[in-house]
């Protein structure tokens, strides 16, 4: 059984979607076709002593491969704009978030209501702060997992390098090093 593999250089291009041709036929729009059916219809009814001059008839061909072309980029655009749409945003969305895991941020509390006016209710507030612990894509959208709870991207305001988990983890171990260190000279001091 062989298999048939096929190259292209330009993917989004691959296949031309009919769906606008009908949608552009209910709309009462003419398209490439018509045009084509109207320049068939006028070649085969033409007065023989008078036929098309070359002229028109170039000039006609023109305007129907100008609109053939324009067509295709038009589609190879809206299928290019799907494309960065549904994959390539999402990627970076990811490959920033993901940057964030492990740094302390500054959110948007989003229990907060945008209409709230200052004075009222201020015990809630605007802006909370936490440590990054993972980030999820969800409906193609990448949240930070944040104290249990899913912060959007749009709601992060601050992003505190110097504060890391990782410095605090080292800055912990290192206290206990130094109290390990000076139990143990002093233990050594009593022996002595």
Request: aromatic share 4%.
């Amino acid at each position: 059984m062989a298999i048939e593999t096929r190259y292209e250089t330009v993917p989004w291009l691959r296949s031309v979607d009919n769906s606008s041709n009908i949608s552009a036929a209910n709309k009462g729009i003419l398209d490439k076709d018509d045009f084509l059916k109207l320049l068939i219809t006028e070649l085969k009814y033409q007065d023989p002593m008078e036929p098309m001059k070359d002229k028109e008839f170039i000039a006609q061909m023109a305007s129907f491969t100008s609109l053939e072309q324009m067509k295709n980029l038009n589609t190879g655009f809206e299928k290019l704009s799907g494309l960065v749409t549904d994959n390539l945003l999402p990627a970076i969305q990811l490959n920033q978030a993901s940057s964030m895991i492990g740094k302390e941020v500054k959110y948007l509390n989003p229990e907060t209501n945008e209409e709230q006016e200052e004075g009222e209710d201020e015990e809630q507030e605007k802006l909370l702060s936490g440590i990054v612990s993972s980030v999820i894509m969800k409906d193609g959208q990448a949240y930070c997992v944040i104290n249990g709870k899913n912060i959007a991207l749009s709601s992060i305001v601050e992003i505190n390098t110097s504060k890391s988990t990782d410095d605090k983890i080292m800055n912990e171990i290192l206290q206990e090093m130094k109290k390990l260190v000076d139990a143990m000279a002093g233990g050594a001091e009593n022996d002595g």
